[in-house]
C-alpha cells in the first residue's frame, strides 16, 4: 500500500542499518545522532515514492533516498551552528551534545556520504540535478542570512529565498527519484516542479504555523518569527501596507509584542491572505502530478500529500 508512513518505516529501517565505520567515534557517532532525531523524512520518502511510480522497486533508490536525508540533514546541524541553536526535536544540538569543531567536521563528513549515496549505482543526470540543488540550497540560506539586516526585502525576494532554500531539495528529491527509474526529462521535470511547489507551500505553511499554531501541536513556542522580526512572508507584507514599524518602535517584548503584531496581521487579514497564497502552490503542486504517467494510485498519494501541506498543524 502506497503510504507515506510505509515509506518512513522504510526510510527508517534503512537508516538505522546504515553502515557507517565506528572509528573515529568522535566523527561518526554525531552523524548516526543526527540521523536518530528523527523527522517527517519527506524528502526521501518522495525519492522512494516517484522511483516506484515508474516502475521500480524502491529498494533500488534507498541509496538515493539516504543521500537525500543525510544532505537534509548536514543542512540542519549546520544551520544549528549557524542559529546557535540550544536544541532540535528537544534534543541538544551536536554542537551543544559535542562541541563546534565536532559539528562542522561531522557536517562536512555527512556532505561526502550523502554525495557518495546519491551517486551509488545512479545515471550521471541524478548527481548533477543532486549538486546544482545543494548550491541552491547554500543560495538560499546566504539569502535568508542577508535578508536578517535588511528592512526592505520584497515579497519576490522572499519567494525567491525560500525555491531555494526549500523548495529545491524537495523538488530535486522527487526528480532524483524518477531519474532513478529511468525517466525522461519531461517526467523528471514534472516531478521536480511537484516537488518545488511543495516546497512552497510547506514553507509557507511554517511561517502561518510560527504566528498563528498551537504551541503545544506546533511543538515549540509560537512567535518566534515575530520575536526575531524574521523576514517572514507575513513580516514583508506587513511592512509594505500596515503599521509595523510604529509597533516594533513600541518597545515591546515577549509576549505582549507577539500579540501586538499577530494583531496587526490579522487586521491585514494577512491570515487568510497567506493561506489563499499556500493554496495556489498545492493546486500547481497537484497540476504537475495530473500530468505524469503513473497509476491512480500513486497519483492520489502525491495528491494528497500536496494537500495535507495546507491542513499541518505541525
Not at 42 to 57: C, D, K, M, N, Y
Not at 177 to 190: I, K, Q, S
Not at 248 to 266: H, M, N, P, S, T
Request: proline share 4%; charged share 20%.
Amino acid at each position: 500500500m502506497v503510504t507515506l508512513e510505509n515509506y518512513a518505516a522504510m526510510v527508517n529501517e534503512a537508516i538505522a542499518h546504515l553502515k557507517l565505520p565506528k572509528q573515529p567515534a568522535g566523527l561518526y557517532e554525531p552523524i548516526r545522532y543526527a540521523l536518530s532525531q528523527g523527522g517527517k523524512r519527506i524528502r526521501p520518502v518522495f525519492t522512494l515514492a516517484a522511483a516506484q511510480s515508474l516502475g521500480i522497486a524502491p529498494e533500488k533508490a534507498m541509496p538515493q533516498a539516504l543521500g537525500v536525508e543525510m544532505y537534509h540533514n548536514f543542512t540542519l546541524l549546520h544551520d544549528d551552528v549557524m542559529d546557535n541553536s540550544d536544541t532540535r526535536h528537544g534534543r541538544p544540538t551536536v554542537h551543544r551534545q559535542w562541541n563546534l569543531p565536532t559539528a562542522i567536521l561531522s557536517g562536512d563528513a555527512m556532505l561526502t556520504l550523502a554525495s557518495v549515496l546519491v551517486g551509488d549505482n545512479a545515471p550521471r543526470s541524478v548527481v548533477e540535478n543532486f549538486n546544482q540543488a545543494a548550491l541552491e540550497v547554500y543560495e538560499g540560506q546566504q539569502y535568508d542570512m542577508d535578508f536578517e539586516s535588511r528592512d526592505d526585502v520584497t515579497v519576490q525576494e522572499y519567494l525567491m529565498m525560500i525555491s531555494k532554500k526549500t523548495g529545491a531539495l524537495l523538488g530535486a528529491a522527487c526528480q532524483i527519484g524518477a531519474l532513478r527509474a529511468g525517466a525522461d526529462e519531461e517526467t523528471a521535470a514534472r516531478f521536480y516542479q511537484f516537488g518545488m511547489n511543495y516546497g512552497m507551500a510547506f514553507q509557507l505553511r511554517d511561517d502561518y504555523l510560527d504566528t498563528f499554531g498551537d504551541a503545544v501541536t506546533f511543538g515549540k513556542p509560537i512567535g518566534g518569527d515575530i520575536l526575531n522580526e524574521k523576514k517572514t512572508w507575513l513580516w514583508i507584507r506587513a511592512m509594505e501596507q500596515g503599521q509595523l514599524s510604529a509597533i516594533f518602535d513600541q518597545g515591546l517584548r515577549g509576549q505582549e509584542k507577539i500579540d501586538a503584531v499577530r494583531a496587526e496581521y490579522q487586521r491585514l487579514g494577512l491570515d487568510n491572505d497567506i493561506e489563499r497564497h499556500i493554496q495556489r502552490y498545492i493546486d500547481a503542486a497537484q497540476e504537475s502530478i495530473a500530468s505524469l504517467p503513473i497509476s491512480p494510485e500513486f497519483a492520489a498519494f502525491f495528491t494528497a500529500m500536496a494537500a495535507s501541506s495546507a491542513l499541518r498543524k505541525k
